[in-house]
């Protein structure tokens, strides 16, 4: 125990005589409070120095903030500590993608980056949202993804993706796709997909699924636009125009438009980066007749900065209202963006709060 005692006051003298030296280079590895100011600066602040007995450090300006004491105006020490996490971040990703074909573990990247592990997976998750194993993952998927378009062998694309090993993979990878890889190559070129098309309150709607579930919702003005589009979205399956198994899928929907019934256990067959269905599966909550923004939408997934990316995944979503983009609006109150059009966002915002105060 007085060992540690020792290590501490070690530590804290060497920090205090940062603070004395403003040195700029300790800037984000801890943060310097003044009791007597109820203000905590950088060290390389170039306001006049405290007395010792005043001072008191911290790893984080999140820690001095609990402790009650607010950022100093002049050196602004969150901005260079958000900053220096966000490089940190930026600097593990490129580096995971260097090295896909390796079982990198939590471990080996806090040697790599001279982070402890606790607190490396804590920044990592507090700039993207998930995991370094989760950003991992969803790196292969995504170069999965493109082998298999490009029209690779499964076994090739998974390998190339960093995959090293086939077992229990192909059931993993499956549940991920939506199907299995080798119906997804080249655009799912062996994947059946059934639809059909019908008038609803806002135009023209197709409705698609394969046989785990629906995997498109489109709005458009005539059956021409929605076959290109449902096209578009799966170039190499086989599509059949379907009406009498689409049929109850179809009027569940339509009903839902309607206002005559609120069904949320669509099934859905849909693929997404691990970003995406954060977003998604938060959209789902919002309840019905009401809005959000995307700056709000960003603040609740623990994400407050990616209101942009937030709006990113609105406007790619596959399945219009089974996932309620057109319930996240711009902060400035406007409607905000749609991917089948303003005038149908304005019209299902209105129908839904109709039915919600019914």
């Known amino acids: 125990m007085a060992e540690l005692g020792n290590m501490a006051r070690t530590d804290e003298s060497q920090r205090w005589q940062a603070v004395q030296a403003r040195d700029a280079s300790q800037d984000g590895r801890f943060v310097f409070a003044v009791s007597s100011t109820g203000v905590y600066c950088r060290p390389s602040c170039p306001s006049k120095r405290p007395k010792r007995e005043n001072v008191s450090f911290f790893h984080q300006p999140a820690e001095a903030e609990k402790a009650g004491f607010r950022a100093c105006l002049r050196c602004r020490p969150k901005a260079i500590g958000d900053n220096q996490r966000l490089q940190l971040v930026k ?3 490129r580096y995971i993608e260097q090295h896909l074909d390796e079982s990198l573990t939590l471990a080996q990247l806090a040697e790599e980056f001279r982070q402890s592990p606790f607190h490396l997976q804590r920044k990592f998750k507090s700039v993207l949202g998930i995991t370094p194993k989760g950003y991992a993952d969803s790196c292969r998927m995504k170069q999965l993804k493109s082998n298999l378009k490009a029209g690779h062998s499964v076994t090739r694309a998974m390998y190339d993706a960093g995959y090293s090993s086939s077992s229990r993979l192909y059931e993993r990878t499956a549940s991920q796709l939506g199907m299995t890889p080798d119906k ?20 023209r709607i197709l409705v698609a699924a394969t046989d785990k579930g629906i995997c498109a919702i489109q709005f458009a003005d005539n059956d021409e636009e929605l076959e290109h589009g449902l096209k578009h979205e799966f170039p190499f399956a086989i599509r059949k125009r379907d009406d ?5 899928w179809k009027e569940n929907l339509l009903a839902t438009l309607r206002g005559q019934q609120r069904n949320t256990s669509l099934p859905l067959d849909i693929q997404a980066t691990a970003f995406q269905r954060r977003v998604w599966s938060y959209l789902q909550s919002i309840p019905l007749g009401e809005t959000q923004s995307y700056a709000a939408v960003a603040k609740a997934i623990g994400k407050p900065k990616a209101f942009r990316a937030v709006a990113r995944a609105c406007a790619t979503n596959p399945v219009a209202v089974a996932i309620p983009c057109h319930r996240v609006v711009s902060s400035n109150g406007n409607g905000g963006g749609y991917r089948w059009g303003v005038e149908r966002k304005e019209k299902l915002l209105e129908m839904e709060r109709d039915s919600a105060s019914e």
């Open 184 to 203: 997804y190559r080249r655009g799912a070129i062996a994947a059946h997909i059934r639809y059909t098309c019908a008038d609803s309150p806002l135009g």
């Open 244 to 248: 009498v198994f689409m049929r109850e």
């Open 91 to 93: 600097a593990i990703c």
